[in-house]
């Protein structure tokens, strides 16, 4: 009888110690989901401009299209980190 | 030894100068690194899966949980319609994940640090997403760039930032690999470089550090790769499901 009370301890403890590595590998996922918020914002802006950059070139009307798309890549890049944002929350 | 901490990321040929074209297409240590980072994950695997035994032993099970972490990413970030492209999504997590660790070896070479490396991954992802979803879809696969609910007037503007916002995500995913992997392994070298200049004296400190931030580069190894992989798998769940 006792060593079954005894395993049955064993098995908590256990159980106790998955659970608190389980909730530790949560916290590292969201760390990660942290990470990705900052290169979301700066990606966009750089995209939309090089693109900008080159439609210039193309048609020869610097730097209109350069300034119209930095403003739309920002714009861009703010959404994104919304929803990445509502994405995290939804978890 | 060198001072400058930049130059752990030099790329130096090995061997005999091959030149085909324009292109030199010599064998150097970036390449040897990337040889060693698949001819480990084969080893390992080819090692793991050798006895299948019921109980597994160590490398069994450390395999098995492998497998068994990104079967469960994949599950929960781009559903069951995922399932075939499970293959390319270990390898790919697996490749980021034992470079970044392989990197994380004192006189080693980091393979994830360069930004071609990460944006050839990144865009060969991209690419491959986009085909995914235009042979899923067709050519309804464009609604993604049209989110419902938006006034006629505003579609113009709205599409061009949607496009923008989807170029933009081969560049996001591989700026941050590369980004973080190389800040990381050069801040480990200026500590590194701290402590043999400020001596036994005053080289405790940064010697700590050092410590620390090994400590830190291996989570960040670990979370790279997991961030690279569930990325896409977000993107192929897009690409699969649609819907806005």
Redesign the interface.
Same mark, same amino acid.
């Given at each position: 009888m006792n060593d079954i009370k005894d395993l049955e301890k064993k098995i908590k403890k256990l159980s106790l110690k998955t659970k608190k590595e389980e909730s530790s590998s949560k916290s /590292? /996922?969201s760390?990660?989901?942290a990470?990705?918020l900052s /290169?979301?914002m700066?990606?966009?802006v750089?995209?939309?401009s090089l693109?900008g950059y080159y439609i210039d070139k193309l048609f020869k009307t610097q730097p209109f299209f350069l300034i119209f798309?930095f403003f739309?890549?920002s714009?861009?890049?703010i959404?994104?980190v919304v929803r990445s944002s509502k994405?995290i929350n939804k978890d | 030894m060198a001072t400058n901490p930049m130059s752990q990321f030099e790329v130096h040929s090995i061997g005999p100068k091959i030149q085909i074209g324009n292109f030199d297409l010599s064998f150097t240590n970036s390449s040897l690194f990337m040889v060693l980072t698949v001819s480990i994950i084969s080893l390992f695997f080819i090692g793991a899966t050798q006895k299948k035994s019921l109980v597994p032993d160590k490398i069994q099970l450390i395999a098995e949980m492998a497998f068994e972490f990104v079967s469960k990413m994949i599950s929960e970030t781009a559903g069951k319609d995922a399932r075939p492209y499970f293959p390319f999504i270990l390898s790919l997590f697996l490749f980021v994940l034992v470079a970044n660790l392989l990197g994380m070896l004192p006189y080693s070479f980091t393979v994830t640090s360069h930004i071609i490396v990460t944006f050839a991954l990144a865009f060969f992802i991209f690419i491959g997403v986009t085909i995914v979803g235009f042979a899923k879809h067709g050519i309804s696969y464009l609604k993604l760039f049209v989110p419902s609910g938006v006034p006629v007037f505003l579609l113009p503007?709205i599409i061009?930032?949607?496009l923008?916002?989807y170029? +933009?995500?081969p560049? +996001?995913l591989s700026?941050?690999l590369f980004?973080?992997m190389m800040a990381g392994h050069t801040m480990l070298k200026v500590f590194g470089s701290f402590v043999v200049s400020l001596g036994i004296l005053g080289g405790w400190l940064p010697l700590g550090f050092a410590v620390a931030l090994t400590g830190l580069e291996l989570?960040v190894a670990? %979370?790279?790769a997991?961030?690279f992989a %569930?990325?896409t798998c977000?993107y192929l769940n897009d690409a699969l499901n649609l819907h806005h």
């Open positions: /590292s /996922s760390l990660g989901m990470m990705k /290169s979301e700066v990606a966009a750089f995209v939309a693109i798309l739309l890549g714009v861009a890049g959404i994104n994405m | 503007l061009v930032i949607e923008i916002s170029l +933009s995500r560049v +996001s700026v941050r980004a973080n989570l670990f %979370i790279q997991y961030v %569930i990325l977000i």
